[in-house]
C-alpha cells in the first residue's frame, strides 16, 4: 500500500474518528453497525475488527493479503516542511506532510542530522514568536496548511503538531490574555480537538470565540470563495462549539429549567427563578451527577452576576477537576438569561376559529382554569361554604340545596389550608354528610405553611399525582405571605405561581378594615391588586342573629371580568354538636340593606312605605343629585312612580 487512504478506498462507510483511526464496515462478516476500526503505527496499517474477525480473513475479502498493509515509503514524497521554532525563532522540530496526504516529525541532533521523532523536544505551537507578540485576533485552525492558508490572506493563525487529539494543556499558555477565534475542521474529530482547545483556554484568554463553517475547513472556505472580510460577522458565541452536535437537553420545570448534559451525564436544575427590575436574574441551583447518582445540595445563584459566575466555576473546580466547569457554568447562565427574558410567543388567534365562552364547573360560582375569590369577615362560614362547593365537584351532586349548577362529571377538589390542620376540615365535612344525608365523602386536604410561590414544587407534584383540577386556598393571606398592603412582588409571584399550577381555584379571603371611597363597600384585604388579577369576586355577608346555631349569608357578586354580575344569592346554615345543614334563601335585603347598591336600597325603603324626595336623602345618605339620579333609574326601568303628593312608591309588587 502506499498510504493508509488507499486502504480506505477499498472499505466501505469509512468515518474518521480521534487519534488518526478511522472506522468501517468489516468486510469479513455481515456488518450493519462499523466495528472494524482502522489505524497507522509508523509503516503499519493495523486493522481490528470488535467482532473477533481475524485481520487475515479481512485483507483476504478485500483480494490482498497481510504484506499490503505494509506503506511503501519510496512511493511518498514530501511536498511540506513545517517549522517549530522556539520563542526566538531557533528551530526545535519540523512536521514533515507526504503525498499522499501522512505526517511524520523530526528534529535535528547535534550533528544536525535528521531524527525522525521528537523525543526530549520540546512542543510549541505553529508560529510561537508571531503569537505571542500578537495584539490582534488570533485564529486557532488544524493544522499546519489550514495556518499558512491564513497567513497569506495577512491574518495571525496558529495550531498545534499532530493534528486531531494531540492538543497540550501546557499550549494555553502562550494564548493568555490573547482574542481567540477557533476554526474547526467540519467533522467529529475537529470538534472533538477544538473543544479540547477550547476548554484549555477558557479563563486564560481575552476572548474566546468560535466560527462554525460548513466548508471541510477554512482552506476550503477560501478556495470556495470565502471573503476574510466576512469572518468576524460569522464569529459565534464559544458555546455554539461546546454543544455543537450534542444540543442541552432542556425541559421547563414549574419555577424553572431542567438542563442535562448527555455526554458528561450532568443535570443542573434551576427553579425559582425571579428577574428583578435591576435586571438580576436570581434563582435555585442543583447538581446532579447521573453516572453516580450523587445530588449536590441545592443553593442560591445570581446568573446576571461575572463574579458569582467565576466563584462557583472555581468552586467546582476544585471538588471535580476532571470536569470543564467554565464552559458549563457559562452556558448554564446564557441560557437561563435567554429563556427567562424570552417570554411567550405571539399567537394569531382567529374569530373564525371554533370559540367557546367561558366554562363553569360550578354555575354561577367557578369559572374554569381563572381565579375566584370570595372574602368576607371572620365567622361568616367562607370555610363550611367552601366545602360545600367541594362536595358539589366531587360527587358530583346534580340536586344540590344550594340549586348551584355541578359539573357533569366528578373534578378532582383539594383544599389547601393554610389555617387549620386536615382533621378539622375532615370533622367539619363529616358534619355536612350528616346533615345533607349524603354517603361517606373522601377529602384531599393539605396542611400549608409556607407561601405557595415557596412550596410550587412540592405542590405541583402533589396535585399531579392526584390529578387536581381544582384548589381551594384558605386563606390569601397566609398564602401570599409578606405584608399585604405593600408587598406586590409577592402577590405577583403567587398569582404567577398559581397561574403555573393550571388549575381552577377559589380563593378564601379577609375583608379590608376601611370601606371605599363612597364608604359603602368593603373590599378584601390588602393590596388592590388582588382584585386586578382574580377575575371572579364575590362578597360573603353574614345577618345579624340572636341564635348561634342558624347563621343567615348571603353572596354578592362584586365583580367579574368575563360575566354579568350575578344576584345575590342567600343560604342558611344550621349547626347542631354532629350535624350541619344548609338552604338555599331567598336574601332578605333588609338585612343586608348597607350591602347592596342604591335602587336595592330604595326599592327595600319603598316596600314599606312611599317616600319623599328628602325622607330618601335622609335614609340613604346621600346628597339631591344623586337621589333624583336614582330615581330617574328606577322610573325609566318602570319600577316606581311619583304619586300625586310628591312622594315617590313602588309599582305594584314588581323588584328589581
Same mark, same amino acid.
Given at each position: ?16 474518528? &480521534? ?48 504484506? /499490503? ?62 503569537? &505571542? ?51 474547526? /475542521? ?99 441551583? =442543583?447538581?446532579?451527577? +447521573? ?45 437561563? #438569561? ?115 410561590? /415557596? ?42 405561581? &398559581? ?10 379571603? =379577609? ?19 388582588? +382584585? ?51 338552604? #338555599? ?35 340613604? +345618605? ?22 300625586? /303628593? ?11
Amino acid at each position: 500500500m502506499k498510504n493508509i487512504g488507499q486502504f480506505l478506498t477499498l472499505l466501505q462507510k469509512v468515518k474518521r474518528l &480521534l487519534n488518526n483511526e478511522y472506522q468501517a464496515l468489516c468486510p469479513a462478516h455481515a456488518d450493519k453497525v462499523p466495528s472494524l476500526h482502522i489505524t497507522q503505527d509508523q509503516n503499519h496499517i493495523l486493522i481490528n475488527c470488535k467482532a473477533g474477525c481475524s485481520p487475515e480473513s479481512i485483507v483476504a475479502k478485500l483480494g490482498l493479503c497481510m504484506s /499490503d498493509l505494509f506503506i511503501n515509503e519510496e512511493t511518498s514524497k514530501i511536498i511540506a516542511e513545517y517549522n517549530y521554532t522556539d520563542e526566538e525563532g531557533k528551530l526545535l522540530f519540523q512536521v514533515v506532510r507526504y503525498s499522499p496526504k501522512s505526517f511524520k516529525q523530526r528534529h535535528k541532533d547535534n550533528k544536525g542530522e535528521w531524527l525522525w521523532n521528537v523525543k526530549g523536544i520540546r512542543p510549541v505551537i505553529y508560529h510561537l514568536p508571531e503569537i &505571542l507578540k500578537a495584539d490582534e485576533t488570533i485564529y486557532f485552525v488544524e493544522g499546519e496548511a489550514d495556518v499558512d492558508a491564513l497567513r497569506k490572506q495577512k491574518l495571525c493563525a496558529t495550531t498545534s503538531p499532530g493534528g486531531a487529539n494531540k492538543w497540550k494543556a501546557e499550549y494555553a499558555s502562550y494564548l493568555a490574555g490573547k482574542r481567540v477565534v477557533i476554526i474547526p /475542521d467540519n467533522d467529529n474529530a475537529g470538534y472533538e480537538y477544538a473543544k479540547q482547545v477550547c476548554y484549555s483556554l477558557i479563563g486564560k484568554v481575552k476572548e474566546l470565540k468560535c466560527i462554525l463553517l460548513k466548508e471541510k475547513d477554512i482552506s476550503d472556505w477560501l478556495d470556495q470563495g470565502g471573503d476574510i472580510t466576512t469572518l468576524p460577522s460569522l464569529e459565534q458565541d464559544i458555546s455554539a462549539l461546546l454543544y455543537q452536535g450534542q444540543p442541552i437537553e432542556i425541559t421547563e420545570t414549574i419555577t424553572g429549567f431542567r438542563f442535562r448534559w448527555a455526554k458528561e451525564k450532568l443535570i443542573i436544575n434551576v427553579s425559582r427563578i425571579r428577574s428583578h427590575t435591576d435586571g438580576r436574574i436570581i434563582g435555585n441551583i =442543583q447538581l446532579i451527577f +447521573e453516572a453516580t447518582n450523587q445530588e449536590e445540595p441545592t443553593f442560591s445563584f445570581n446568573f446576571s452576576s461575572s463574579q458569582t459566575r467565576k466563584q462557583l466555576t472555581n468552586s467546582l473546580n476544585e471538588k471535580y477537576p476532571e470536569w470543564q466547569w467554565q464552559g458549563i457554568i457559562d452556558e448554564l447562565c446564557r441560557q437561563v #438569561r435567554k429563556l427567562t427574558l424570552a417570554g411567550e410567543p405571539i399567537q394569531e388567534l382567529w374569530t373564525s376559529a371554533d370559540v367557546k365562552p367561558p366554562e363553569y364547573l360550578l354555575d354561577p360560582i367557578l369559572i374554569k382554569d381563572l381565579p375566584t375569590i370570595i372574602f368576607g369577615e371572620k365567622g361568616v362560614t367562607k370555610s363550611n361554604l367552601a366545602l360545600v362547593f367541594y362536595i358539589i365537584l366531587t360527587l358530583p351532586w346534580y340536586d344540590n340545596p344550594l340549586e348551584l349548577g355541578a359539573p357533569n362529571r366528578s373534578i378532582q377538589t383539594v383544599i389547601l389550608d393554610w389555617e387549620l390542620p386536615g382533621n378539622i376540615a375532615q370533622w367539619n365535612l363529616k358534619k355536612l354528610q350528616y346533615g345533607l344525608d349524603l354517603p361517606p365523602l373522601a377529602l384531599y386536604h393539605r396542611r400549608c405553611r409556607t407561601p405557595l410561590a /415557596d412550596d410550587i414544587e412540592a405542590l405541583q407534584k402533589f396535585l399531579a399525582e392526584i390529578k387536581a383540577e381544582v384548589v381551594i386556598i384558605d386563606s390569601l393571606g397566609r398564602a401570599v405571605g409578606g405584608e399585604l398592603l405593600k408587598d406586590t412582588e409577592n402577590i405577583n409571584r403567587f398569582f404567577d405561581s &398559581l397561574d403555573k399550577l393550571k388549575v381552577t381555584s377559589l380563593i378564601l379571603a =379577609q375583608t379590608s378594615k376601611e370601606r371605599d371611597v363612597k364608604g359603602k363597600n368593603k373590599h378584601i384585604y390588602g393590596s388592590t391588586f388582588f +382584585e386586578y388579577y382574580a377575575r371572579n369576586i364575590f362578597e360573603l355577608c353574614k345577618a345579624e342573629s340572636m341564635d348561634e346555631d342558624e347563621v343567615s349569608v348571603a353572596l354578592f357578586h362584586r365583580s367579574s371580568n368575563l360575566t354579568k354580575l350575578q344576584k345575590p344569592m342567600g343560604f342558611h346554615f344550621n349547626f347542631n354538636e354532629s350535624k350541619t345543614i344548609i338552604q #338555599r334563601e331567598v336574601v332578605s335585603y333588609t338585612e343586608f340593606l348597607a350591602k347592596v347598591n342604591r335602587q336595592f336600597q330604595l326599592i327595600e325603603l319603598l316596600k314599606r312605605t312611599p317616600l319623599t324626595i328628602d325622607e330618601i336623602m335622609g335614609a340613604l +345618605e346621600i346628597k339631591q343629585g344623586n337621589a333624583y339620579m336614582t330615581l330617574k333609574r328606577l322610573k325609566d326601568k318602570g319600577k316606581i312612580i311619583k304619586l300625586e /303628593d310628591g312622594r315617590w312608591g313602588l309599582i305594584g309588587a314588581k323588584l328589581l
